[in-house]
């Protein structure tokens, strides 16, 4: 049966329609759909070991949710970097580490965005554009990016992980939803323009001896 689907296998090409992979299928290479005109729901096999990056970039056509498999670790470089259609709810496995740089840029997501307790790190631009009305962080990280929620229209209470020392330039831009925000007892920086435009922030607690220093 098919295990391995290699790196820009299919990118550029005119193939469309809706993408339906065997069981058994473990890695998807970089690039190996990227600019396709597949379209509808995607829905990955279990079997899933791997993506490369950009395996799924600029796929526009590709709509509602998207549930990563359980065996995933990575979420790749732009792995879904400008899969617009995609404006349903995405789901992420316990057992996921890493969500990298832009992984899903410019995708339209809405809903809660439930971030599992195995996450250490989101990369910069990860879920830049999004429409994401709430996201929950596990207990714990070890770092967020720039940008990495900016434009998002997240709303309520966001509760920064502990184990965050940096909140970098413009992760949170324009939120304006925000109502409450919890800063941890890790945290001893927050840098321009992090918060900038969340204009319905009213409540702030931190939990440090000492609050961050705040950069101009």
């Known amino acids: 049966s098919l ?8 990118m550029g090409t005119a193939i469309s329609g809706q993408l339906l992979f065997p069981e058994g299928l473990e890695v998807i290479g970089g690039g190996a759909f990227s600019t396709t005109g597949i379209s509808g729901k995607l829905i990955l096999p279990e079997s899933l070991l791997s993506l490369g990056d950009q395996s799924f970039c600029q796929c526009f056509y590709l709509t509602g949710d998207l549930e990563i498999p359980k065996n995933i670790k990575t979420i790749p470089n732009t792995c879904f970097m400008s899969c617009w259609g995609l404006d349903g709810i995405l789901t ?3 057992g996921l580490t890493d969500i990298e740089y832009g992984a899903f840029w410019n995708c339209h997501f ?3 965005l439930m971030i599992p307790s195995t996450v250490s790190t989101i990369g910069q631009y990860a879920f830049e554009g999004c429409q994401l009305s709430f996201v929950e962080f596990p207990e714990r990280m070890s770092s967020i990016g720039v940008r990495a929620f900016s434009g998002n229209p997240l709303s309520g209470t966001i509760k920064i992980p ?3 020392e940096v909140v970098p330039q413009s992760a949170f831009y324009s939120n ?18 992090a918060f900038d435009g969340n204009v319905g922030l009213t409540s702030i607690i931190c939990e440090a001896e000492e609050p961050p220093i705040l950069e101009l």
């Not at 295990?3 to 299919?10: P, Q, V």
């Open 92 to 94: 992420l496995p316990e």
């Open 3 to 10: 295990k391995i689907i290699g790196g820009g296998a299919f």
């Open 162 to 164: 502990e184990g965050i």
């Open 110 to 112: 809405s809903g809660p």
């Open 176 to 193: 304006n939803k925000i109502e409450q925000l919890i800063i941890p007892s890790s945290l001893n920086r927050i840098c321009s323009r």
